[in-house]
């Protein structure tokens, strides 16, 4: 098992970009590849200083998908500006993106993050996709960035549903784990570990707490100590589970139902946070928690996260589609095989024709 942190340094303030200067300054960078999104850039335009004197940035617009073929594009302007240092402003994306492009290399890196909707401004790995948008790999690296910056009063402005997806990919931050912590024998049981499985149980109780709230606050602009603290805990304390946990508290069943997820364009306009929270369900049942999701699922429906194929946009599957989604969950190559659990297609099958039933006489 490997633990690493998050970044080498993270500052969280209304006035945190104005440290970037100072920093850019202190290594004698000159020379810096500015990427971001459109969005992004508009909304942390008001807050962002000049990157310094006598330094050349070039302006680079992220193209929306994290593909092996925007790290090549990207990288190749890095390789041709002499770029010492990448600054990526926006979600966990264009995030994942930079990280890609930087590891491996004495490029620096700075994070800057204009979404709560989940750990990447805080983990060491990417996510990477297709062009069309289906689950590719992901990769851990030996580097974390240099520097994470987070405003929240550019994040607080953000999209909601973002916020709520954030919340449910963090939630997954404890279920993932749990069974797993619970099987560990005593020998194997590091202090590494303890602080994985205590960040994962304070994200689970943050959000179950807090959540709901914050989501409120979030619609009035109201930037509140909750709501601060449940951004944070999207960002931060969730980053701080697989850092120390690694293997042990990274994913297992929810996000390899994501993956399987993405199979289907019907789910491609859903956030990855909302198809990994109706991941959180099916791996549930595939434990056989039932009183868990039933527990649950007030929680999910009053944030609108989904709980059944009608709500991922997935009605009237087919039987084959159906055992499709079991069988790309399931298959050993995906974080499924983590679950200590003998699982398989057929289990996972039946677990979401579990839920589906649950969901249909639970319905509020």
């Known amino acids: 098992m490997i633990s690493q942190g998050g970044p080498q340094r993270y500052i969280s303030g209304t006035e945190s970009y104005d440290q970037l200067p100072a920093f850019v300054q202190d290594l004698q960078v000159k020379r810096i590849l500015f990427l971001h999104g459109s969005k992004s850039l508009a909304a942390a335009k008001p807050y962002l200083p000049s990157f310094g004197e006598n330094v050349k940035a070039f302006d680079v617009l992220f193209n929306g998908e994290c593909t092996y073929e925007e790290i090549k594009r990207v990288k190749e302007i890095a390789v041709s500006h002499k770029i010492q240092m990448v ?19 004495p490029i620096y890196l700075v994070l800057i993050p204009t979404l709560a909707s989940n750990c990447a401004p805080w983990s060491a790995l990417s996510v990477h996709y297709k062009e069309n948008g289906e689950h590719f790999d992901h990769k851990i ?64 109780e943050t959000l179950l707490e807090q959540a709901i709230s914050a989501v409120e606050d979030m619609k009035a602009g109201k930037l509140t100590h909750i709501w601060r603290n449940v951004a944070e805990t999207i960002i ?36 990855h946070g909302e198809k990994v929270g109706y991941g959180i369900l099916v791996q549930l049942a595939i434990e056989e928690h039932f009183a868990e999701i039933k527990k649950l699922l007030p929680f999910y429906r009053k944030l609108g996260i989904p ?58």
């Open 87 to 105: 600054v990526a402003l926006g979600g966990g994306k264009v995030l994942d993106t930079a990280k890609s492009v930087t590891t491996g290399t």
């Open 236 to 271: 931060v304390t969730a980053g701080t589970v697989g850092g120390w946990g690694d293997m042990f508290a990274r994913s297992t069943g929810a996000h390899a139902v994501h993956d399987a997820l993405t199979l289907f364009p019907q789910t491609h306009n859903l956030l």
């Open 141 to 204: 690296y030996k580097e974390t960035a240099n520097l994470m910056l987070l405003n929240p009063k550019v994040i607080i402005n953000s999209p909601i549903k973002y916020f709520v997806a954030g919340i449910a990919d963090t939630l997954a931050k404890f279920y993932e784990s749990q069974l797993i912590f619970e099987e560990l024998p005593e020998e194997e049981y590091t202090v590494a570990l303890e602080i994985s499985r205590q960040m994962a149980l304070k994200c689970k």
């Open 307 to 364: 709980t059944n194929f009608a709500d991922l946009h997935l009605d009237n599957l087919s039987e084959a589609d159906i055992n499709k989604i079991a069988e790309a969950s399931a298959d050993e190559e995906t974080t499924m095989s983590l679950i200590p659990l003998p699982i398989d297609a057929v289990r996972v099958k039946k677990a979401i024709l579990q839920l589906e039933e649950i969901t249909k006489k639970d319905k509020v």
